[in-house]
């Protein structure tokens, strides 16, 4: 990796710590939004906080910072690989923000954006895997686990079986969907005592 690539990593990471939640509802409430709903500054905090139309708007533009990640370590970058250390740093970036003393979201909306354009295949079959949670549960956490394993073993899967991915894509996809995983360690203890909310905030949800 060159002195540029680490320059485009790291400017990636700087794009993904933008905190759109925060400032969206801060702009609306004058709050901070982890210190609503269930704590999460991410697009579905917003949504039961702040309703459909500000949660979509968080999502779009947490999403679109990561692809922007993805296009311009691809474009710029010395390796192939570029697009994937791009998308994972944006996604570092959105669970860790320095913007908020890396208090962030848990990256899904991001990690939906960066590997979109990376591994489409693997990243529509977690898309599907996470609506049918939420069409049978509508536990967005668990939908988002269920997701993100989804996204990073059939991702390293094409890479043994069919070789559509390089190596380090696949390892730097699936080091993410685990990332993404942990970040929900909370949703996990709340959904085995089940506590955990679903979809529109129903349940006991503690706070991150």
Same mark, same amino acid.
């Given at each position: ?55 979509? %708007?968080?999502?779009? %533009?947490?999403?679109?910072?990561? &692809? ?6 691809? /474009?710029?970058?010395? &390796? ?91 390892? %730097? ?30 349940? /006991?949800?503690?706070?991150?």
């Amino acid at each position: 990796m060159s002195f540029r690539d680490l320059l485009l990593v790291l400017l990636a990471y700087c794009l993904g710590s933008m905190p759109f939640a925060f400032v969206i509802t801060r702009w609306r409430t004058g709050r901070d939004i982890r210190e609503m709903g269930s704590g999460n500054a991410g697009a579905t905090n917003v949504l039961r906080t702040q309703g459909k139309l500000l949660g979509l %708007l968080t999502l779009l %533009l947490d999403a679109g910072k990561a &692809a922007l990640s993805v296009w311009f370590c691809r /474009k710029w970058g010395s &390796a192939e690989w570029m697009g994937a250390a791009g998308g994972a740093a944006a996604v570092v970036g959105h669970c860790f923000p320095f913007s908020l003393q890396f208090r962030g979201g848990k990256g899904v909306a991001s990690g939906l954006g960066a590997f979109l354009f990376i591994a489409p295949l693997p990243t529509l079959l977690a898309l599907a895997a996470f609506l049918l949670e939420i069409l049978a549960l509508r536990f967005v956490s668990l939908g988002s686990i269920l997701g993100s394993l989804t996204f990073g073993f059939s991702l390293l899967a094409f890479h043994l079986i069919k070789g559509w991915y390089s190596l380090p894509t696949a390892l %730097l996809g699936l080091g993410t969907a685990l990332l993404l995983v942990a970040r929900h360690h909370r949703n996990i203890r709340n959904l085995l005592k089940g506590t955990e909310s679903t979809l529109w905030g129903r349940g /006991k949800e503690k706070r991150p």
